[in-house]
């Protein structure tokens, strides 16, 4: 067996490595809230300058939503072959304020092992591991990465998840993909891989309670009190939660009434549910859209239930198992391991696992993602990226993928021969 640290590609990555923080670290100066336009557009201009030393092609597409910024793809090789696509965002979930207001920005911590700083495991990490991939594979492998044709899509608008990103990469993978790579990050845990293979869907919901109002202290009984009407609705919603079928509720926000002394005539209360079966997550939609109704008495307000967005699950398949077992081989020949594991939170691949077989949580190891706060006693600690988690990391990929593209049938131009 060979561990990570001493395979031949090591120190082509081991070389290669500062020049990928250096890129990491330009990118962290960036601030790319996800309504930051003009920020995410730099980052994106600054990422196509990064890949442009590999010879990829950009291609900026103006977002719908027009306070979000450009989506980028890099691409590289036979517009006719399927591509194998490299998933990342250009967005995060920090504003500019937020980080000026908690000094968080690039903090190097080499005794730590930890790089802190906005996006550095979420998921400009990821970017700059394709880089370091690539870069190595274009050193060490020029047949194979000139053999295959190569796209790195990256969202600018991940953060606030939903389906044009993904309408937008089906149209560069015209007859699918030979794989969809997401890089978010990956914990290590000892000497095992974690790699994802299915993500729960999701289905959100606001439940409206419309009351009559009343004054509180003469005429009580003629009034229907929304908040209560309501308050029994979000118990019966909550209960919808099954954890023997990874079917949850979480009622997250609620309001309603405006002084203490009105019955009140209005109330609302915001909820997300989440299954990794489709059919589980159907079941629990059609439980909560049966809260509608009433009132069964005069007391009583009535329910108004709205499914205000979906997102689909990424439901376990045979095609990522499949792929995962490249992982798992490249595992065994370098003495690790690889933990295949589920996740509750979504990301790119719920929308785009139907272009090809699917695997997340590629990029590098860190934690703490979408944190900003540091307090002096450590119970806070903001997002970081574990530097030395990069290498190991791409040498499994790599190795990976060098499996995955030599066994894979081989797909040809569709114009060959004609
Ligand atoms: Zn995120």
């Not at 993909?177 to 997401?182: R, S």
């Not at 869907?201 to 009034?223: D, K, P, T, V």
Request: charged share 20%; glycine share 10%.
């Amino acid at each position: 067996m060979t561990p990570p640290s001493t395979h031949p590609l090591n120190p082509i990555l081991k070389g290669l490595l500062p020049n990928a923080l250096e890129w990491l670290r330009e990118m962290v100066g960036i601030n790319s809230f996800t309504t930051n336009k003009a920020g995410v557009n730099r980052l994106g201009s600054l990422t196509a300058e990064c890949f442009a030393q590999l010879g990829f092609t950009p291609e900026f597409v103006p977002s719908e939503n027009p306070s979000h910024g450009n989506h980028l793809f890099l691409s590289y090789g036979n517009p006719d072959l399927k591509p194998i696509v490299l998933v990342t965002h250009l967005d995060t979930v920090f504003p500019a304020e937020e980080e000026a207001q908690n000094n968080f920005l690039w903090r190097d911590e080499p005794t730590q092992g930890r790089i802190y700083g906005p996006g550095t495991v979420d998921i400009k990490g990821g970017t700059a591991l394709i880089w370091l991939m690539l870069r190595s594979l274009q050193l060490s492998r020029s047949h194979l990465f000139e053999q295959h044709r190569w796209l790195i899509a990256a969202n600018a608008s991940e953060e606030v998840i939903g389906a044009e990103f993904a309408h937008r990469t089906a149209e560069r993978a015209t007859t699918g993909a030979k794989a969809i790579l997401v890089f978010e990050g990956g914990p290590r845990e000892g000497n095992n891989f974690h790699l994802v293979t299915a993500r729960k869907g999701r289905a959100l919901y606001r439940i409206q309670a419309e009351g009559r109002a009343a004054h509180a202290g003469s005429a009580h009984a003629a009034g229907a009190n929304a908040i209560v009407t309501l308050a029994s609705a979000v118990q019966a919603a909550a209960q919808v939660t099954d954890y023997s079928r990874d079917l949850t509720v979480n009622v997250g926000c609620i309001g309603g009434g405006s002084v203490v002394n009105r019955v009140p005539q209005e109330a609302w209360a915001d909820l997300e549910m989440r299954a990794f079966d489709p059919h589980v997550l159907q079941e629990g939609c059609r439980r909560i859209e049966s809260l509608a109704g009433g009132p069964a008495t005069p007391s009583e307000a009535r329910l108004q239930v709205d499914c205000t967005g979906t997102s689909p699950a990424w439901p376990a398949s045979s095609s990522a198992l499949a792929m995962l077992e490249h992982w798992r081989g490249a595992a065994a020949a370098l003495g690790v391991g690889i933990k295949n594991v589920s996740r509750g939170g979504l990301s790119d691949a719920n929308y785009l696992c139907h272009l090809g077989p699917t695997l997340d949580g590629l990029g590098p190891s860190g934690a703490n993602a979408h944190c900003s706060e540091r307090t002096d006693d450590g119970s806070k600690v903001p997002e970081y990226v574990e530097p030395d988690s990069f290498v190991p990391k791409a040498t499994l990929n790599l190795l990976a993928l060098e499996s995955l593209l030599s066994t894979s049938s081989p797909d040809r131009p569709s114009q060959l021969g004609a």
